[in-house]
T-cell receptor
Framework: DAGVIQSPRHEVTEMGQEVTLRCKPISGHDYLFWYRQTMMRGLELLIYFNNNVPIDDSGMPEDRFSAKMPNASFSTLKIQPSEPRDSAVYFC?????????????FGSGTRLTVV | SQELEQSPQSLIVQEGKNLTINCTSS?????LYWYKQKYGEGLIFLMM?????EEKSHEKITAKLDEKKQQSSLHITASQPSHAGIYLCGAAYYGGSQGNLIFGKGTKLSVKP
């Protein structure tokens, strides 16, 4: 398996533009998580899905953020409109179980810079 | 998260030296996960501890969960430059969000050759 695949690896955009981050989880994993990492706040859970259904989005910072999982092999995180404070590394992770012995498998992340 | 504190924030050690990183939770843990991250890359899973007193090893890295299940220590023996990176602990708690990982802010480890 190629692991969790995220695209793009880097994204630079201007304030006010729409940004879409993409994630392909490991085949067979029922859980998908979106995290954001910044120096100030560390790794924060934004939202997670179980069997393509959003379960908890309490970590989504604002209405400007939205996430979808149209099928088991694809998820998107969208920011519209983007702001400089959204600059961070966004990680997608997937797992077979929550709280399982193997933890989550993380993608390589998308480094977002909003100027 | 204030629920999970890691110490130290950063560490510089000479190659060959031993070191310990601590992770303390304000609540009883369901499980504790250790990850390693290299700059610009994703997190690599090292090990998971669930039982009080449990100890696991991954190559020269050993982690232990205390009996009360509120603190874990990660110990590296005879550090090498390949150990350099950011070590993060992730906590899973009992309750409605059971299994969701809350992460500490990480410990940045540098190993000087």
């Amino acid at each position: 398996d190629a692991g969790v695949i995220q695209s793009p690896r880097h994204e630079v955009t201007e304030m006010g533009q729409e940004v879409t981050l993409r994630c392909k989880p490991i085949s067979g994993h029922d859980y998908l998580f979106w995290y954001r990492q910044t120096m100030m706040r560390g790794l924060e859970l934004l939202i997670y899905f179980n069997n393509n259904v959003p379960i908890d989005d309490s970590g989504m910072p604002e209405d400007r953020f939205s996430a979808k999982m149209p099928n088991a092999s694809f998820s998107t995180l969208k920011i519209q409109p983007s702001e400089p404070r959204d600059s961070a590394v966004y990680f997608c992770a997937s797992s077979l179980f929550r709280g399982g012995l193997d933890g989550y498998t993380f993608g390589s992340g998308t480094r977002l810079t909003v100027v | 998260s204030q629920e999970l504190e890691q110490s130290p924030q950063s560490l510089i050690v000479q190659e060959g030296k031993n070191l310990t990183i601590n992770c303390t939770s304000s609540k009883t843990l369901y499980g504790l996960y250790w990850y390693k991250q290299k700059y610009g890359e994703g997190l690599i899973f090292l090990m998971m501890l669930q039982k009080g007193g449990e100890e696991k090893s991954h190559e020269k890295i050993t982690a232990k969960l205390d009996e009360k299940k509120q603190q874990s220590s990660l110990h590296i023996t005879a550090s090498q430059p390949s150990h350099a990176g950011i070590y993060l602990c992730g906590a899973a708690y009992y309750g409605g969000s059971q299994g969701n990982l809350i992460f500490g802010k990480g410990t940045k480890l540098s190993v000087k050759p």
